[in-house]
C-alpha cells in the first residue's frame, strides 16, 4: 500500500472518528481502511490507535503522528496547488458547501452554465444550513446566507436574500386576493419552521404592516413550503429567488409586489490564505456574475 495514501486513510479516520465513517467519506470499505491503518503501524512499528468494539482513541505516539501526516498532506497539497496556479485551465476537484434549499433549488441549476466554463472540474457539492467551518472541513468556498462573524474568512457580497409572499392561482380563486397585507390575517398560510410563527413585516413608504400568519401547516423545508404553495394550501412567504421561476410560469401569483420585505445578506466566502488556482478563480467568478446582480423582479422577467 502507498505510504502516502495510507496517512491520507489515517488522517480522515481521525477526522472523522471511526473507520466505517472514514469508509464513507473515501469511498473504500472499512475493512480497507482498516488495512491502510494497520500497513502504517507495522510500517512504524507501534499502535496507532486504541480500538474497542466502541469507540477508538489516538495513542500517544499516534497524537504525534497525525499532526505529521496532516503537515505532509498540506504540504503535497500546496505543492499540487502551485502546479496548477502555473497553468490557465481550470481542472481537478472543488469542494463548495451552500444551505440546502439555496443549493438545491438556485445552485445546482446554474451550475450547467459553470460546467460549460470549465469541464475539467470535478464538483463535490456539499448542501447544508449548518455553518460548517469550510478551513478545517476542506472546502474552497462557501455560499453563507446572513451575518459572517468569522473574520478569517474573505467575503464577497452577493445579491440580497429577500422574501416574497405568494399563493396559488387555485387558492387566490377559492379564499379571495387580499387587496392590502393587513388581510393576509383572515388566510391560512404555511410556515417555514422554526421561524415560523414570527411576525411578517412588510412596508412601503411610510405605512408598515406587521401580520401574525394563521398557520395552517408547518414544516422544516423551503421545498416543501413552495410545493405546498403550489398545491394551493396557503399563502408562503418564502426567499424570492426560489420562487421566482414559479411566478414566471403561473403556479404562484406574487401578492403585495410593491411592499417591503425583510432581507438577509448573502455572501461567498473563501479562506484568506487559500491559493488562487484557476479552479478557485473560475468558481468565484462565476458565482459573483451569476449572484451578485441585482435580481430582476420576478413579474418583468421574460417567460423561459
Known amino acids: 500500500m502507498g505510504l502516502f495514501r495510507s496517512m491520507q486513510v489515517f488522517v480522515t479516520t481521525v477526522q472523522e472518528g471511526s473507520m466505517s465513517a472514514a469508509s464513507g467519506k473515501l469511498g473504500i470499505s472499512p475493512a480497507m481502511v482498516g488495512q491502510h491503518v494497520a500497513a502504517l503501524e507495522e510500517r512504524l512499528g507501534t499502535r496507532l490507535l486504541n480500538r474497542t468494539t466502541r469507540r477508538q482513541s489516538l495513542t500517544d505516539f499516534g497524537k504525534s503522528y497525525v499532526e505529521q501526516c496532516r503537515d505532509i498532506l498540506e504540504r503535497v497539497a500546496i505543492a499540487d496547488q502551485d502546479a496548477e496556479a502555473s497553468q490557465t485551465k481550470p481542472r481537478g476537484l472543488l469542494k463548495v458547501t451552500a444551505p440546502a434549499t439555496f443549493g438545491a433549488e438556485v445552485l445546482m441549476p446554474a451550475l450547467q452554465r459553470y460546467r460549460e466554463i470549465a469541464p475539467e472540474v470535478m464538483l463535490d457539492i456539499t448542501l447544508t444550513d449548518r455553518n460548517v467551518d469550510i478551513v478545517e472541513e476542506g472546502f474552497d468556498i462557501a455560499i453563507r446566507i446572513g451575518d459572517l462573524p468569522d473574520s478569517r474568512l474573505i467575503a464577497r457580497q452577493l445579491a440580497p436574500y429577500r422574501m416574497m409572499i405568494c399563493a396559488s392561482p387555485d387558492y387566490l380563486a377559492r379564499h379571495g386576493n387580499p387587496a392590502h397585507p393587513s388581510a393576509l390575517s383572515g388566510h391560512e398560510t404555511v410556515g417555514f419552521t422554526p421561524a415560523a410563527r414570527s411576525p411578517w413585516r412588510l412596508s412601503k413608504g411610510k405605512d408598515e404592516v406587521e401580520v401574525a400568519p394563521r398557520l395552517s401547516i408547518t414544516v422544516n423545508s423551503g421545498q416543501a413550503v413552495r410545493m405546498a404553495a403550489r398545491a394551493g394550501l396557503g399563502v408562503v412567504m418564502q426567499p424570492a429567488i426560489l420562487l421566482a421561476s414559479d411566478i414566471r410560469a ?13 432581507e438577509r445578506p448573502m455572501s461567498l466566502v473563501y479562506h484568506r490564505d ?31
Open 250 to 262: 403561473g403556479l404562484l401569483v406574487q401578492l403585495f409586489p410593491d411592499w417591503h420585505l425583510r
Open 274 to 304: 487559500r491559493r488562487m488556482t484557476p479552479r478557485v478563480r473560475s468558481i468565484i467568478s462565476f458565482v459573483v456574475a451569476e449572484f451578485g446582480a441585482e435580481p430582476e423582479s420576478p413579474a418583468n422577467r421574460p417567460a423561459e
